[in-house]
């Protein structure tokens, strides 16, 4: 069922949209934004608690004597790889996490992936304070397991995602996301200031712990399974997804068709050149405006987190837009993911270089808010993509897009320690202009090759799948192909 057909049926439920706790869907999306608010935090609190851990600070030895010391004395390119290092593991299992969760159910990998991590994060101090080694290894396995969350949440979208309300319930929850940002940055920078730099890892890892019980108890595979949702909301997603209750769903996934896909191809690459500039302020920002603005450790942390609560709040706008332009005609979903992805590409390359190139703290931070806060018009392009080219697929197609888009994550960090090994700001604006660069090379090809409709490989797919269940011979490939197309849209 498409986007206007699925917009003419109601769930049935008389309360407004925005009272979400009267709609097990919204729940749904609700503990998936905490969720991303927790992946974000867990991830990003070191960009802020390195600073603390390598800063050189005053120590009063009692005797009058004041001297200076570091907690860590790592060189920026050692940094580099420390900031990188949780990346190292995340390229691993997103492809990983987006074939399992179509086995074991989206929402226990998902479950999993924040709460081991959150548990790792409780045990980075212990590891930092045994050797950088032992710090690179925990960071590893703590990306190990982050890596399937992305994936796995596009398996949890298509069981419960109407197709009205797939770029609002996406964008929503991938606003967690930008809060966890907003929140981790500043408190990080308090944390360290008022109890130590470790009091970061323990205090953001226990918040994790506490969500992974919350999601564990709360949210259900599907809606077929959930207790707690209403009969005609489950009746409304069912019908919408064109599913049938008590029917297991079988999935072929069209290897050949997605890899050669032009359409795919061209979301690896937006979704590549979004990271790139994403990971590279998300790591650096702290680092750069210590060291280029001469800012101070808790100042850095706030200001840090400025551009991530404008993409947070922005993204709710998008969304709307996004699934508003579709529903009223405005726009196809082909048009809608082409226009909001490029349109926010572009205006990330403009200020980006704008930034950079002026490098003065007010212009420079407006201009580097701007650009983050206007990618949210791009995560309603590609990063809902996936269930638009084949919804069955979709986890899939989230594992080999975030697998590419987890490179800039490793790459970005120690190729910045490298140019700015000076901490000049001509250095920096070499680490700016190479972000903006790729921000336009990806905007040319999402141009060019992006698609917003059902692919014919993943039609075929399912056609092919449902003549084998059914033990149909060639000549009932008609009226399969018909049963194929609305189950697959």
Known sequence: MDVAESSKLSDGIPSPLWMFWKRRRYIVVFMA??????????????????????EMREVDYGNGTIGHEQYFDWSSQLQGYVLSSFFYGYILTPFLGGFISNKLGGNYVFGVGIGVTAVLTLLTPLAAKA??????????????????????????????????ERSRMASIAFAGNYAGTVVSMPLSGIFANAYGWESVFYIFGAIGCVWFVLWTVMIKTSPEVDRSISANEKEFILSSLNRTEGVPEKIRHPWKGMLTSAAVWALVASHFSENWGFYTLLTQLPTFLKDTMHFQLEKTGFISAIPYLVMGILLFVSGYLADLSQ????????Q???????GAFLGQTVFMITGAFILKPTATITCFTIAVGIGAFAWSGFAVNHLDLS?????????ISNTFATIPGIVSPIITGYITSNKSDDEWRVVFYIAAGIYL???VIYWIWASGELQPWSIEAQEKLI??????????????????????K
């Not at 529903?327 to 082909?334: A, E, I, M, R, S």
Request: hydrophobic letters at 45%.
């Open 391 to 399: 919804p069955k697929s979709a986890g899939v197609l989230m594992g």
């Open 327 to 334: 529903l009223k005609g405005w726009l196809t979903t082909t």
């Open 336 to 342: 809608v993911r082409r226009f909001f992805n490029c």
């Open 33 to 54: 934004f905490l969720g991303f608010f927790n992946v974000y935090a867990l991830r990003v609190n070191l960009s802020v608690a390195i600073v603390a851990m390598t």
């Open 441 to 443: 090379i990806g905007c």
């Open 131 to 164: 050797g950088v080694g032992w710090f690179i290894a925990v960071r590893i396995i703590e990306g190990i397991f982050e890596g399937v969350t992305f994936p796995c949440i596009h398996a949890v979208w298509s069981k419960w995602a109407p197709p009205s």
């Open 467 to 488: 003549k084998q269940q059914n033990g149909r011979k060639s000549a009932d490939g008609g009226y399969a192909n018909k049963l194929t197309i609305e189950d697959e």
